[in-house]
């Protein structure tokens, strides 16, 4: 079915006769004596990761897509999933990761490096879930690379190494469609998106059992993805646009949060939350969900899919695609996908409004709400 698209490294029979060689070697990008395949650690939970989120200005439509590969496990996997007015489609597909590392493709999941840093393509490929995206991201914000951290003091269990996360994040313009059964929503202008690249090892690769004792999530916090006109919001950093006069990236202090929940779900629904820049601005940003525009992350394997609990690195079988639709506005259906959860929200910050995403981890918010723990409180 997808024989037109399939990359050289999985069509060409000699590649894997040329092992460790691999189509990447012939561009002039070593940065060791070793061949691009031969990854920097043996750690088998050493990835490669994308991730992108788009909407259209009127929040009615929010798509998110991810995908990995896992060198030293030989596995790729990707997931899509659409959320439109509430109904809930996600697709995953699973293959081995083979020779050619180029070939992003992962069964009807395709994304496409247009130019590194400034253009990304993502398609969804019809399929039986019913659900197709073409949509291409334009990069509007400097990426500026995250360090890897180097504090080797505080690994788990103790006396081992701790895990690292490098990478870089940013925000753009979205233009393309969605198709959700036949019904085919355009994205055009005023549709934004924020992406990230990262790689290293951990960040819950293979579930529990290969969590070493460490928490299969980076924290309770979860993160707030805003693009204001001037400036954005990327969880701990500030990131300005390419025409601005700012360069870099200004920090930001652990924020106080005033959050509100869904009685029955005790999902996030409001919040007011204070930010302290480095550069000494205060920021004080009101979110307000959309309706029921929530992304749940369990659906792109964040802590376990929902029926298979299968985890990020974790599946290790022949190749795979699977899906599942949910109607998210029932709380009985919500309630058993709680967990990394991508909140779309209206956002309000020095009488500027823009869409943005409110990242939480639920209900496990809730419970820090409800802990009094510093930084953490309810909203009246």
Request: charged content about 25%; aromatic content about 12%; glycine content about 12%.
């Amino acid at each position: 079915m997808f024989a037109s698209h399939v990359a050289s490294g999985e069509s060409d029979p000699h590649l894997s006769g040329q092992f460790p060689l691999s189509p990447l070697d012939d561009y002039m990008v070593h940065q060791t004596p070793d061949p691009v395949r031969v990854m920097w650690t043996g750690d088998p939970r050493a990835y490669e990761r994308y991730w992108m989120i788009a909407y259209n200005p009127t929040g009615t439509v929010m798509v998110a897509t991810g995908g990995s590969i896992y060198p030293n496990l030989d596995r790729a996997e990707a997931y899509a999933i659409i959320n439109l007015s509430g109904r809930h489609t996600s697709v995953r597909s699973f293959r081995s990761l083979g020779v050619d590392r180029l070939n992003l493709r992962v069964g009807p999941i395709y994304p496409e490096i247009v130019r590194g840093l400034r253009e990304w393509r993502y398609r969804l490929e019809p399929n039986e879930w019913g659900i197709s995206y073409d949509l291409t991201f334009f990069d509007t914000t400097r990426q500026v690379f995250r360090e890897p951290l180097s504090d080797s003091a505080h690994g788990t269990p103790p006396g081992r190494r701790s895990d690292v996360t490098a990478g870089f994040e940013g925000f753009g313009v979205v233009t393309g469609w969605v198709d959700v059964d036949g019904i085919r929503t355009e994205l055009g202008s005023g549709s934004m998106g924020t992406r990230d690249r990262h790689w290293g090892t951990g960040r819950g690769v293979g579930g529990p059992a290969m969590s070493l004792g460490g928490r299969l999530h980076v924290g309770v916090s979860g993160n707030a993805f805003v693009p204001f006109e001037d400036w954005t919001l990327w969880g701990d950093r500030v990131y300005y646009p390419f025409a601005s006069k700012r360069e870099g990236a200004t920090l930001v202090s652990r924020p106080d949060r005033r959050l509100r929940f869904d009685p029955d779900t005790q999902i996030f629904v409001e919040g007011v939350v204070d930010y302290r820049l480095a550069t000494g601005e205060a920021k004080q940003l009101h979110y307000e969900r959309i309706a029921d525009q929530t992304v749940f992350l369990r659906c792109g394997m964040y802590g376990g899919t929902p029926d298979g609990d299968i985890h990020q690195g974790g599946y290790d079988g022949p190749d795979l695609t699977q899906g599942e639709t949910y109607d998210v506005s029932r709380a009985e259906t919500a309630i058993g996908l709680r967990g990394l959860d991508e909140h779309l929200c209206r956002v309000t910050c020095d009488g500027e409004s823009v869409i943005g995403v409110y990242q939480t981890i639920d209900p496990v918010a809730y419970e820090v709400c409800m802990s009094g723990r510093p930084g953490w409180a309810f909203l009246d």
